[in-house]
């Protein structure tokens, strides 16, 4: 964080260069940061002011930092009020961190004070009667009410006043120096926090998903005991008329075991001999559904636990590098370089799939890459459409365009199967497994590298590399390879 002593080494740097500057631009990066492009004649400022609890500072910027998509309220606001206007005043509370500048727009004079305090580090907007108009973190302050935090270190002054002398500096030794020190102990304090996050998260995911795993563990101990009671109702079968209500059980013989013994059945005796044979169908049915419905989704469990504790093992162990996200506190891994030679157009993005028509005129899309086929899987593909892979091996994902409810015919499947074969390690082989599936039954696991996915409900199909399909494949209207 920055220091009063730097505070006032900076603003002695700053202020003759900003003074009588214009507000060109004002972006909001993060949470906590505004940046003020600042113009008076030939030269151009950012100025960066930061109310971050634990890198709060301002400084003139060397380098550019990415702007967020969208303006928060409180850009939105400076905005509106500010924009346009100019810089008339700077200065500080004597003693404390707390900056005052006084801005003049369109006749209307603000008040903009920057309190870099620690963890109640804020910025505020006055108007000429330093009454609060708005802040950007929520603050005891109301807004309305006058401002307590710091007495103004001028009197606000409304006239108009004879422009400041203008001082041009060609470079910021002190803006720069206190840029380099956040540049290092800013980094490594953000990736700290992302990685105890990262973490953290990660924890609360294994321990979520061991519970959904004992959940359905449990839920299949409990239907297990039902597991003979198809038998046990065709063994019933014959006795069933002969079973009135007050029967506690029936003694039948087990004609399903060669040795033929005696076997007690328990009874319902409030339910007469039909209504206890439909309970023990009833409760078998309850056990065939168990199983074909949660030993799937048990399975499916179990695999992503083991994603997940594979996951949890690499960040603890330090193994995996954590970015940040749009949460997070700006890093300075995304700020680039100035180049006012750098072009603002920005280069077209290359599509993520190749593109081919199968000989019955469906669209097939095939993954350039692992994040590609990621996005291919999961942006570009609908529920409904076919879903591919070679079996045991790297490879593209590929996907067959379909409508809702739509079969695929025969030769387009073995279309995308060889397609999904030659861009896959099978390649050379020539032959080989290729599974398929709805693309609503593929599903990814967070931690998972790009390309791995979890399947079901999937089938397979055995394929050759037809060289003849192939060539008609790539030659297909449309095609793009």
Not at 122 to 150: P, W
Not at 248 to 255: N, R
Not at 342 to 359: E, G, L
Request: hydrophobic fraction near 35%; aromatic fraction near 6%; charge should be positive.
């Amino acid at each position: 964080m920055i220091t009063l002593s730097e505070v006032s080494e900076v603003l002695e740097e700053i202020i003759p260069a900003c003074t009588n500057s214009h507000i060109q631009k004002i972006h909001q990066p993060a949470a906590d940061t505004i940046i003020f492009f600042l113009r008076k004649p030939g030269l151009s400022l950012p100025l960066l002011i930061s109310a971050h609890p634990q890198y709060a500072r301002l400084h003139l910027l060397s380098q550019k930092v990415s702007n967020a998509p969208e303006p928060p309220s409180f850009c939105q606001y400076l905005r509106a009020h500010l924009l346009g206007g100019r810089i008339r005043r700077i200065a500080q509370t004597p003693n404390d961190r707390i900056i005052w500048f006084e801005i003049e727009r369109s006749g209307q004079h603000y008040v903009l004070v920057v309190a870099l305090i620690g963890r109640s580090a804020n910025m505020f907007v006055l108007d000429a009667h330093t009454n609060v108009l708005r802040a950007l973190k929520s603050d005891r302050q109301a807004i309305g009410e006058n401002f307590q935090l710091a007495s103004p270190p001028f009197k606000p002054d409304t006239s108009k006043g004879e422009n400041p002398p203008t001082t041009l500096f060609d470079s910021w030794p002190i803006s720069q120096r206190i840029e380099q020190q956040y540049l290092s102990d800013a980094q490594t304090g953000i990736e700290e926090q992302l990685h105890q996050r990262e973490l953290t998260a990660t924890r609360k995911q294994v321990k979520k998903q061991q519970r959904r795993v004992l959940a359905l563990k449990q839920d299949l101990e409990k239907v297990s005991r039902y597991r003979e009671y198809g038998r046990y109702g065709e063994l019933l079968k014959s006795h069933a008329a002969m079973i009135g209500k007050g029967q506690s059980h029936i003694t039948v013989v087990d004609y399903f075991d060669d040795q033929l013994p005696e076997i007690t059945l328990p009874l319902d005796p409030e339910k007469n001999g039909q209504a206890n044979l439909q309970d023990y169908f009833k409760k078998y049915r309850k056990f065939t559904g168990a199983e074909r419905n949660l030993q799937p989704r048990l399975i499916d469990a179990e695999q992503e636990l083991a994603i997940f504790q594979e996951h949890l093992r690499e960040v603890e162990a330090g193994k995996i590098l954590i970015t940040k996200t749009s949460e997070q506190p700006p890093s300075y891994s995304e700020i680039q370089t100035m180049n006012p030679e750098r072009t603002k157009t920005a280069p077209k993005t290359a599509t993520p799939y190749r593109r081919f028509i199968s000989i019955d005129g469906h669209p097939i899309l095939v993954g350039k890459s692992a994040k590609d086929n990621d996005t291919l899987t999961f942006r570009v593909s609908k529920p409904d459409d076919l879903w591919l892979h070679a079996r045991g091996t790297p490879g593209s994902h590929v996907v067959i365009e379909l409508e809702k409810g739509q079969s695929v015919p025969h030769e387009t499947l073995k279309d995308a199967a060889t397609l999904a074969l030659f861009y896959s390690d099978l390649r050379k082989s020539g032959k080989g497994e290729v599974v398929h599936t709805l693309r609503k039954h593929v599903r990814k696991a967070k931690g998972q590298k790009p390309g791995s996915v979890i399947l079901s409900q999937d089938k397979t199909v055995w394929v050759y590399v037809d060289q003849a399909r192939l060539d008609r494949l790539k030659h297909s209207p449309s095609s793009t390879t």
